[in-house]
Each structure stands twice: as structure tokens, then as C-alpha cells.
């Protein structure tokens, strides 16, 4: 009964999602009269490339840092992948030179937080622009739709009725717990984000970590540029514009602390269900785009402000009178 209690009490948040998940389930069906197990699984592609961007943005935001150019990533790498479709190149070739290109990006993001020592919001602000800049150039304004069928097989193919790209995001889910939770990158992640200076002292080689984790995110966006062009069949400059808030709320809603050092992938991956059962509902019945974006912002807002007001209210009541 003890070890249930302590379960209990250290996946709380986790907890908490799934009970939400629960709701927001029976709050779909009631409200769209259609919900079905092959539905559900088909729904689940919405949020397959926002959640490769999320597991990759989790491990920043565990640093105490932050990368809002992940989007613009996903369109250097469609156009990338574009090309080199149009030039004939088999794709497991193509692909590793994306993955290359994607890390690349993502390390560029990591030497400039680390080594010049500037603010990770400010230069992922800036990427974000230069790299959709450079999808433009590589890519030109019409963008691309024809492409060799492999390329196209893995965001458009089902393994059963689940389809491929959500059996790639559990996939790539295990793989990212299993470094968090089993490896010296993830204690030293945790340890970064908890006190880069302690971190530092204590020998832990903190720019090289934060480096690997911009690039670790850069190539989560490579595979997210692989099932973009499978479901929706075109690669263009702008693909994912706007994205990025959906990317953001989930790895928060998920229970990352903005500030480093707390959150998991259970967390991230529930957070990623709630919001896609969420956002498959407003679908079904018609909720507009506007509107959906307005309870996104809600939601990242909420996750940040009520975790934090809840604290101080501890803290508040355990001072001494």
C-alpha cells in the first residue's frame, strides 16, 4: 500500500492528464456524436509533427532554455528532402543528409546560447526568421508536390488501424525517456537546468550538453519534416508556420518547469493526447481556427501561472508566523 501511495504521489501530474485525457474524451463524444477507436487513432496524426518537435523542445526546456525556431527547421527540411526527391536520390540517403542538415541547425542554435553566451530566446527568435529565410531560398515561393513514394510512406502508411508516424512518435518517446531517465545526458540535463553554475563547478561540461540538446531537437524536427511531407503531401518554406505555440503548451502542460530541471516525457506525451483529443473535438464540431489558438494561449498560460501560484501559496504557508 506504501509503494502505491508513493507512486501515487510522485506521478500526481501525470495522473491528473490522464483523468483530464478521460474527460476530454467524454467530452467529444458527446459533443460530436462521432467518436470511434479508428477515428481516434486516425485523429492522433494532428499532433504526430508538433510531438517530434515537443520531445526534442523538452529537452531544451529541462536546460532552462528554450528553441521557438523548431518550426522553421521542419521547413528547411522539407524542401531539403524536396530537392533531393526531384534530383532522384534514394531516400535513406536523403534522409541522413537531412538529419545532418536539421543537427547542423539545431548545434548553430546551441554554439550561439553557449559560446557567444546569448539568451536562447533571443537567438531562437532570431533563427527562426533567418532559417525560414533560408527554406525560401532553398525551396523558392511555390514550393514542391511531387515526390518519389517512399518519401511520402511514412506519414501516409498504417501499421493496423494506428498509423506509422504515431508508432514512430512512441518510438522515438522511449528513446528520449531512455536517455533522460538511463544515461550521464540526462542526469547531467537535469543537473543544468536545476544549477548550470553548481552544474559547472561539479565538472559536469555544461556547453556541451546544452549543445547536445539544441541538436538533439534539431533532429527530432528532421523526422517531423519526414511525416510532414507522407500527410500532407507538399513541401514548402512556410510548412509548420505558426506551429510552434501547440509545441510549446504541450511540453508545459506536460509539467516542464520553463525555468530547468523538472518534467518528464510521460508527462509531455499525455499532454500531447490531451491536446490533440481536445483539438480533434473543436474539429469535429467546427470550432474555428482563431478560436482554437485562443485556448491554446489559455492553456500555456495556465500551465505556467497555476503551478507557480500553487507554490508560492505553499511557500506562503509555511513561513513561521
Given at each position: 500500500?506504501?509503494q502505491?501511495?508513493?507512486?501515487?504521489?510522485?506521478?500526481?501530474y501525470?495522473?491528473l492528464?490522464?483523468?483530464?485525457?478521460?474527460a476530454?474524451l467524454?467530452?467529444?463524444?458527446?459533443?460530436?456524436?462521432?467518436?470511434?477507436?479508428?477515428?481516434?487513432f486516425?485523429?492522433?496524426?494532428?499532433?504526430v509533427?508538433?510531438?517530434?518537435?515537443?520531445?526534442?523542445?523538452?529537452?531544451?526546456?529541462?536546460?532552462?532554455?528554450?528553441?521557438?525556431?523548431?518550426?522553421?527547421?521542419?521547413?528547411?527540411?522539407?524542401?531539403?528532402?524536396?530537392?533531393?526527391?526531384?534530383?532522384?536520390?534514394?531516400?535513406?540517403?536523403?534522409?541522413?543528409?537531412?538529419?545532418?542538415?536539421?543537427?547542423?541547425?539545431?548545434?548553430?542554435?546551441?554554439?550561439?546560447?553557449?559560446?557567444?553566451?546569448?539568451?536562447?530566446?533571443?537567438?531562437?527568435?532570431?533563427?527562426?526568421g533567418?532559417?525560414?529565410?533560408l527554406?525560401?531560398?532553398i525551396?523558392?515561393?511555390?514550393?514542391?508536390?511531387?515526390?518519389?513514394?517512399?518519401?511520402?510512406?511514412?506519414?501516409?502508411q498504417?501499421?493496423?488501424i494506428?498509423?506509422?508516424?504515431?508508432?514512430l512518435?512512441l518510438?522515438?518517446?522511449?528513446?528520449?525517456?531512455?536517455?533522460?531517465?538511463?544515461?550521464?545526458?540526462?542526469?547531467?540535463?537535469?543537473?543544468?537546468?536545476?544549477?548550470?553554475?553548481a552544474?559547472?563547478?561539479?565538472?559536469?561540461?555544461?556547453?556541451?550538453?546544452?549543445?547536445?540538446?539544441?541538436?538533439?531537437?534539431?533532429?527530432?524536427?528532421?523526422?517531423a519534416?519526414?511525416?510532414?511531407?507522407?500527410?500532407?503531401?507538399?513541401?514548402?518554406?512556410?510548412?509548420?508556420?505558426?506551429?510552434?505555440?501547440?509545441?510549446?503548451?504541450?511540453?508545459?502542460l506536460?509539467?516542464?518547469?520553463?525555468?530547468?530541471?523538472?518534467?518528464?516525457?510521460?508527462?509531455?506525451?499525455?499532454?500531447?493526447?490531451?491536446?490533440?483529443?481536445?483539438?480533434?473535438?473543436?474539429n469535429?464540431?467546427?470550432v474555428?481556427?482563431?478560436?482554437?489558438?485562443?485556448?491554446?494561449?489559455?492553456?500555456?498560460?495556465?500551465?505556467?501561472?497555476?503551478?507557480?501560484?500553487?507554490?508560492?501559496?505553499?511557500?506562503?504557508?509555511?513561513?513561521?508566523?
Open positions: 500500500m506504501s502505491v501511495r508513493e507512486l501515487v504521489r510522485r506521478r500526481a501525470e495522473l492528464l490522464v483523468v483530464l485525457i478521460a476530454a467524454v467530452w467529444s463524444a458527446n459533443v460530436t456524436s462521432y467518436l470511434s477507436v479508428p477515428q481516434l486516425d485523429s492522433t496524426r494532428s499532433f509533427v508538433p510531438g517530434l518537435l515537443a520531445l526534442g523542445l523538452l529537452v531544451v526546456v529541462l536546460q532552462g532554455e528554450i528553441d521557438i525556431s523548431l518550426a522553421s527547421t521542419i521547413g528547411v527540411g522539407t524542401v531539403v528532402l524536396a530537392r533531393l526527391s526531384a534530383a532522384g536520390l534514394a531516400l535513406p540517403l536523403a534522409f541522413i543528409v537531412v538529419l545532418a542538415v536539421c543537427a547542423l541547425l539545431g548545434a548553430i542554435n546551441g554554439v550561439l546560447v553557449t559560446v557567444a553566451g546569448l539568451p536562447s530566446l533571443a537567438v531562437t527568435l532570431g533563427t527562426m533567418a532559417y525560414r529565410g527554406a525560401y531560398l525551396g523558392g515561393d511555390t514550393g514542391y508536390s511531387a515526390f518519389d513514394p517512399t518519401y511520402s510512406s511514412l506519414g501516409s498504417y501499421a493496423g494506428a498509423p506509422a508516424s504515431l508508432v512518435f518510438i522515438v518517446a522511449v528513446i528520449v525517456a531512455f536517455l533522460l531517465q538511463r544515461t550521464v545526458f540526462g542526469r547531467q540535463t537535469y543537473a543544468v537546468g536545476s544549477n548550470p553554475i552544474s559547472r563547478v561539479g565538472g559536469v561540461p555544461v556547453n556541451g550538453v546544452k549543445i547536445a540538446a539544441f541538436t538533439l531537437a534539431g533532429l527530432t524536427a528532421a523526422l519534416a519526414l511525416v510532414w511531407i507522407g500527410q500532407y503531401g507538399s513541401a514548402r518554406a512556410d510548412n509548420a508556420d505558426g506551429s510552434i505555440l501547440f509545441v510549446v503548451t504541450a511540453v508545459v506536460g509539467g516542464a518547469d520553463i525555468a530547468g530541471g523538472r518534467g518528464t516525457v510521460l508527462g509531455t506525451v499525455l499532454s500531447l493526447f490531451l491536446l490533440g483529443t481536445l483539438t480533434n473535438g473543436m469535429l464540431i467546427n474555428g481556427g482563431p478560436t482554437q489558438t485562443l485556448v491554446l494561449g489559455i492553456l500555456l498560460v495556465a500551465s505556467i501561472g497555476i503551478p507557480r501560484a500553487a507554490r508560492l501559496l505553499l511557500q506562503r504557508r509555511a513561513r513561521p508566523a
